[in-house]
């Protein structure tokens, strides 16, 4: 949710997108509907489930930036792929349906992009379901760091930290199938580019981890070597 932000009096030549993928129905979506009213917003696209669907299409009735798109059925990655590609906004900020923004979230970044920053991901407050902090930062958690190896070993990028330019997703897609995360490949093909990456160590949301969360889960030491694999002959061929 982004209801408590500073966002209504950003000037109007900022021109960015809000990516909002809902995968899951949960108790936390309406709340994180709030922001689709950003004023500065060039559009809002949002790939969800039936659930939501009628959220969106209320604040899709009152405002015609948002746009409801139906994803391709493929899984996670090609719906954030299929979403990604409608943004028109310069910049392309990624938010989970859970998040709640803080008031400088879009400042913050968007003064790194005007410094020459083709990627931005800063730090978040990591809580519960209620939003009680259960650690202060999220990049001591994943040792954020911008090192194309480091990250391909062990990927520190977050999406809904994250922020990029129109210019370095058209570097990066059709993303190749196979990959884990759309967020970690996306930040590997900046990295292995040297496209300015910046971290802001400093908490712009607050990222709710709890039992409903899509990502995060465990997975096999054969997918996570399998994964990587892909992804190390997808970097050679870029």
Known sequence: SAKDADLHNLPRKD???????????NKFSADSADHFGISSIRNCFCDVTDFFKAVV????????????LE?????????????????????IFLCDQDDVWMPDKVRTVMAEFENGAQLVMHDASITDADLNVTNPSCFSVHGA?????KNLLKNTFVGCCMAFTKDLLSETTPFPEGIAMHDWWIALVALKKKR????????????????ENVTGNK???????????????ALMRK
């Not at 021109?15 to 129905?25: A, E, G, K, T």
């Not at 299409?57 to 409801?68: L, M, P, S, T």
């Not at 760091?145 to 190896?149: A, H, I, K, L, V």
Request: glycine share 8%.
């Open 57 to 68: 299409e209320d604040f899709a009735a009152k405002d015609g930036r948002v746009k409801y």
């Open 145 to 149: 760091n911008t090192s194309t190896c």
């Open 219 to 233: 997975t096999t030491a054969a997918q996570k070597i399998s994964w990587r694999l892909k992804m190390l002959s």
């Open 196 to 211: 300015k990456t910046v971290l802001i160590e400093k908490p712009l949301i607050l990222w709710r981890r709890h039992g």
């Open 15 to 25: 021109n960015f997108s809000v990516l909002y993928v809902s995968s899951v129905q």
């Open 71 to 91: 994803g391709k059925g493929k899984g996670v990655v090609k719906n954030f792929e299929n979403a990604l590609n409608a943004c028109s906004g310069d910049v």
